[in-house]
């Protein structure tokens, strides 16, 4: 139950926070909470998810962070930084004593009624959400911009973006390949065509099962998995997994992807978090789908 709240807590929406796919594809930001002009640049930053906390490391803003949430273990510079909370809960009077001059918010993952408390408390704030594998490009630069770290923070938005262009390159397809992307199993947690993770799934030629599904991250029913017959189960891992999850699978050879073998991995941090690492997800989802279209048509 730990790595599935782990897993939840890094996703680009929150379970117990309701939210819609967003129109606009660019980063949510908030008019800033206390006065400042051009010159401003932030230098006591705190991070409230764990994303968050990467894109800021990754901006090149890492040494302005002074406090961030639970779960804020990469890079490994995170993990000596003072926790006020965890995603969903924070402590206000400590937030409030670091005397942050920056506070990044995950807009669909924070509650509600934190971000509304935040705004009272007058505290500037950066609020973001991707809604697609792009936009984490932009957020990095929007960091980078509010740190004074632009040089660094445009080279990586930039790379990132560079990588993810060879990656639809080199496995790209249109979907074809129906595909039930497994975040635990009983329950059966899964996510929806507008959670992040799917997108990518869909841009590597594979089509989520269960797109339509009105819940961005919910449980379904073991029953719905067969009858929707997979030909590919993705499942995130993590090397401290003491769990082999492909064995629970091999008695319902009937489902295509264990009659076929199709049962693949990708790193849960990697593709939990809208950082600059959903471009190591892609990757190892574009190539193993590649690899199973390829041994599908023969070749």
């Known amino acids: 139950m730990l790595k599935l709240l782990k897993y939840l807590a890094g996703l680009s929406c929150s379970l117990v926070v309701a939210c819609a796919p967003s129109t606009d594809q660019s980063p949510i930001t908030s008019s800033p ?46 993990l000596s930084l003072p926790r006020i909370g965890d995603s969903f809960r924070i402590d206000f009077e400590r937030l409030r004593q670091l005397n942050p001059d920056l506070v990044l918010v995950w807009s669909t ?22 809604s697609d594998i792009e936009d984490v490009a932009n957020h990095v630069r929007l960091i980078g911009e509010r740190a004074g770290t632009e040089v660094v923070a445009n080279e990586a938005a930039d790379v990132y973006l560079a990588t993810l262009e060879g990656i639809w390159d080199s496995y790209g397809a249109e979907p074809d390949t129906r595909v039930f992307f497994q975040i635990s199993a009983a329950p059966w947690f899964t996510v929806n065509g507008d959670q992040v993770i799917s997108r990518i799934i869909n841009r590597c030629g594979g089509i989520n099962i269960f797109e339509d599904m009105p819940g961005i991250a919910a449980a379904v029913s073991l029953e719905a998995i067969i009858a929707a017959d997979p030909e590919v189960i993705i499942a995130p891992f993590d090397d401290r997994d003491q ?24 790193n849960r941090d990697a593709a939990s978090r809208a950082s600059l690492r959903l471009a190591d997800a892609a990757q190892q989802i574009c190539s193993q789908l590649y690899a199973i279209r390829m041994r599908r048509a023969g070749v």
Do not use: C
């Not at 999850?245 to 008695?251: K, N």
């Open 33 to 78: 909470a206390t006065p400042h002009d051009e010159a401003f640049l932030a230098s006591r930053i705190i991070s409230l998810a764990p994303n968050l906390t990467e894109l800021v490391f990754q901006a090149g803003a890492g040494d302005r962070l002074i406090a961030v949430v639970d779960y804020s273990d990469y890079p490994e510079a995170a």
């Open 109 to 130: 993952g924070n509650p509600a009624d934190m971000q509304s408390r935040l705004r009272d408390l007058k505290f500037n704030l950066l609020i973001l959400e991707p």
């Open 243 to 266: 769990v082999d999850w492909r064995s629970m699978w091999q008695r319902f050879d009937g489902v295509a992807a264990v009659r076929e073998g199709n049962l693949i991995d990708v």
